[in-house]
């Protein structure tokens, strides 16, 4: 047998693919292989984890009960058309607010209150309480916070400084009625504590610019009572320490198999009876199958 016809049935034999019991027997005989690239990933995950500077989101939830109306203005029972649009209509409203929360206006207002709030030298309870009870003699006529104004000086000055559009949002969703609507607002922020801070005067802000923006029934926006409860502010980290070391595993073993199939590949010593057969056209009467016991 030449070389030419040779290369042509080593060519015919690796269009045949890798098989299976190929692949596992390659596995096993690089185990030490796999499993020292994965123990150094997950070490290295773990420490990662343990250096990192985790981001936290904190959130501000407000529950939203949508009030149908069942009795018009003259005092008559409405027809169910009619509870259902005002439904509908309430919804759409609560769509623009989500809406506005997360425009310029809100954000800017945030950074000027925020600021307010770093220069009072109060606790963040202290701040919020007192601007709540101030905003109280106001909030029915739609206007700004006393000795708390926010201009527009104000706002092109602290722009960006805390808040900025990546690291805040709000959503909504339907709960199991259709007249609840789960409602929240975060901020992102590398701080556990500071993250919640900032959540809270987050929400006093769109508090008054829905106040001053969307008017609703008696003028007031309906939509979040001032920074939301204190005892429903969360924060939470983007990934956990178990989180890192899964992901650092999983790359760990996908880089530890590349590494493996690259190795069977370069690799064109033969490895078993039939692939000499297959190689060489010619049958295999007899071989040794490991040197090392026979000797």
């Known amino acids: 047998m030449n070389?030419?016809?040779?290369?042509?049935?080593?060519?015919?034999?690796?269009?045949k693919g890798v098989s299976i019991v190929d692949i596992l027997l390659g596995l096993r005989a690089h185990l030490v292989l796999i499993l020292?690239?994965?123990?150094?990933?997950?070490?290295?995950?773990?420490?990662?984890?343990?250096?990192?500077?985790?981001?936290?989101?904190?959130?501000?939830?407000?529950?939203?009960?949508?009030v149908v109306n069942t009795v018009d203005e003259h005092g008559h029972e409405t027809d169910e058309y009619n509870q259902v649009a005002s439904t509908n209509y309430l919804f759409r409203y609560i769509e623009s607010a989500v809406g506005i929360c997360k425009s310029g206006e809100v954000i800017d207002r945030a950074n000027v209150?925020?600021?307010?709030?770093?220069?009072?030298?109060?606790?963040?309870?202290?701040?919020?309480?007192?601007l709540t009870e101030i905003?109280?003699?106001?909030?029915?006529?739609?206007?700004?916070?006393?000795?708390y104004d926010v201009t527009d000086e104000l706002m092109n000055k602290y722009r960006n400084k805390y808040f900025t559009s990546d690291k805040v949002g709000a959503k909504y969703s339907s709960s199991t009625t259709e007249q609840r609507v789960d409602f929240s607002l975060w901020v992102k922020d590398l701080d556990n504590v500071r993250a919640k801070n900032m959540a809270r005067i987050y929400a006093l802000a769109a508090d008054v610019s829905l106040n001053k923006i969307l008017v609703f029934d008696n003028g007031t926006a309906g939509l979040i009572d001032l920074a939301g409860s204190v005892s429903g502010v969360s924060a939470s980290p983007d990934m956990t320490t178990t989180k890192v070391v899964i992901i650092a595993v999983i790359l760990g073993l996908a880089l530890a198999f590349l590494t493996v199939y690259i190795i069977y590949l370069l690799d064109n010593t033969v490895k078993s009876k039939e692939q000499l057969e297959e190689?060489?056209?010619?049958?295999?009467?007899?071989?040794i199958d490991d040197v090392a016991e026979v000797q």
């Open 36 to 66: 020292i690239v994965t123990l150094l990933f997950a070490v290295g995950g773990f420490a990662y984890a343990k250096v990192r500077k985790p981001v936290y989101t904190a959130s501000v939830p407000v529950q939203f009960d949508v």
């Open 113 to 130: 209150y925020y600021n307010y709030y770093l220069g009072s030298g109060k606790t963040i309870d202290v701040f919020i309480s007192e």
């Open 279 to 287: 190689m060489s056209g010619a049958s295999v009467i007899a071989y």
């Open 3 to 15: 070389d030419e016809q040779t290369l042509n049935q080593q060519v015919q034999q690796e269009s």
């Open 135 to 147: 905003y109280k003699t106001v909030k029915a006529s739609h206007g700004e916070i006393p000795d």
